[in-house]
Each structure stands twice: as structure tokens, then as C-alpha cells.
């Protein structure tokens, strides 16, 4: 199976900051990688499909990079409300699989 | 607005089968352009796939978890919904776990709230 690994596990930062999470591969994986926010007690949230794709409703400073191993999800000035685990997830080949988690904490 | 509502035991006996049932709301388990599943997370850890099932009764599972796991569509007229069936389970099966839409393309785009289960005597 794909293996996604995240970096960093947790990132502790402060509100305006630009916040950066890398998600490799163990396989080239195309562009089929998708990002998910999780609040506490909530269901994970899509935020960004196919890598780069924006999704109806997210935040514009919510954005995604990268292709084939190494995808990258970035938050441009960070607010409160973005404190939560982000996951990324792959969709190119059974099973389906997901990274470990970022825990972002503000 | 498509809801998806899960349903079942809060606890279940090691060795046991755990049930549960996804009822959805706005939206038709025939739809042709979409798959349905279950998605699980351990108390505090992250989120494995269990496996999907497509209208039509076409089914894909984790292989982890190949042999213990049955999704199924009730085909019932008055009804909605999709179950998960997980034999022989023990404590590292302990989790919320989720029904979820996904669409054509596998990426996962409604979720249920989400239930706890747990393995416990």
C-alpha cells in the first residue's frame, strides 16, 4: 500500500503566520493527493482536492502544491479558527490511504 | 443538503461482530456517479479506510481488513442506507468510525458525525 508520511507531526504557531505542511509518498501518486481539516470532535473537511484544486467554501489562504511524490498544503496567515489536524489523503491506488496527521496548535 | 447519519451499538463483546448502519438524507445510494463507505479513527489517532460499496453492489475493501468486513446497500424501497459488518473483533478495533460519500473520483466529500465504538467485555 501507499504510505503517506507528514510533516511536521505538530506545529505550534501564531495567528498571521504562514503555515506549511509537506505530505510524501512512498510512490508516485500523479496528482491524485487531497487535503482534510479535522477540528476536535468534528468529521475531517475537505479542503483542497487533486493537489492543488480549490474547494467551494474554504478559505482562499488555504491552498495545495506538488505532484507525483511530494505535495505541500499552505496556510497564508493563519487564524484562530484554523487550529485542527490536517490530513492528506491519496486516492491513486487501493487502498486508500492516509497521512499521519499535522496537529496545528495557535 | 446531503446528510449522512450513522447508527449501531456503542459497545460491543471481543470476538463479536459489530454492526452498523448509515442512513443518508438528500441524496440516493443509487446514484451512479458516487461510492459509499466507512472510514475509521482510534481514540486520538489518525484515519484508515475500511472499504466502499458502488449502487450496483460492487465492493472494495481494505485488505487489512479483507476477511472480517462486509459493506452492503439495503435495496429496501423505503430505504436509504448502507452497513458495515466487522467480525471477530477485539480492543484495536475501538474507534469512531464514519460513513462517508465518495465521488467518481474516490476523494471523500460528505462524512457522518461520526460513532464510537467500543470493544470492551
Known amino acids: 500500500e501507499i504510505v503517506l508520511t507528514q510533516s511536521p507531526d505538530f506545529q505550534s504557531v501564531t495567528p498571521k503566520e504562514k503555515v506549511t505542511i509537506t505530505c510524501r509518498a512512498s510512490?508516485?501518486?500523479?496528482?491524485?493527493l487531497h487535503w482534510y481539516q479535522q477540528k476536535p470532535d468534528q468529521s475531517p473537511k475537505l479542503l483542497i482536492k487533486?493537489?492543488?484544486q480549490s474547494i467551494s467554501g474554504v478559505p482562499s489562504r488555504f491552498s495545495g502544491s506538488g505532484s507525483g511524490t511530494d505535495f505541500t498544503l499552505t496556510i497564508n496567515s493563519l487564524e484562530a479558527e484554523d487550529a485542527a489536524t490536517y490530513y492528506c489523503?491519496?486516492?491513486?491506488?487501493?487502498?486508500?490511504?492516509f497521512g499521519q496527521g499535522t496537529k496545528v496548535e495557535i | 443538503q446531503l446528510q449522512l447519519q450513522e447508527s449501531g451499538p456503542g459497545l460491543v463483546k471481543p470476538s463479536e461482530t459489530l454492526s452498523l448502519t448509515c442512513s443518508v438524507s438528500?441524496?440516493?445510494?443509487?446514484?451512479?456517479?458516487?461510492?459509499w463507505g466507512w472510514i475509521r479513527q482510534p481514540p486520538g489517532k489518525g484515519l484508515e479506510w475500511i472499504g466502499s460499496?458502488?449502487?450496483?453492489?460492487?465492493?472494495?475493501?481494505n485488505p487489512s481488513l479483507k476477511n472480517r468486513v462486509t459493506i452492503s446497500v439495503d435495496t429496501s424501497k423505503s430505504k436509504n442506507q448502507f452497513s458495515l459488518k466487522l467480525t471477530s473483533v477485539t480492543a484495536a478495533d475501538t474507534a469512531v468510525y464514519y460513513c462517508?460519500?465518495?465521488?467518481?473520483?474516490?476523494?471523500?466529500?460528505?462524512w457522518g458525525q461520526g460513532t464510537l465504538v467500543a470493544v470492551s467485555s
Open positions: 462517508a460519500r465518495f465521488s467518481s473520483t474516490w476523494l471523500i466529500d460528505y
Open positions: 438528500g441524496g440516493s445510494i443509487g446514484s451512479t456517479d458516487h461510492y
Open positions: 460499496i458502488f449502487y450496483s453492489g460492487s465492493t472494495y475493501y
Open positions: 510512490q508516485s501518486i500523479g496528482g491524485s
Open positions: 487533486f493537489a492543488s
Open positions: 489523503h491519496q486516492t491513486s491506488t487501493l487502498p486508500w490511504t
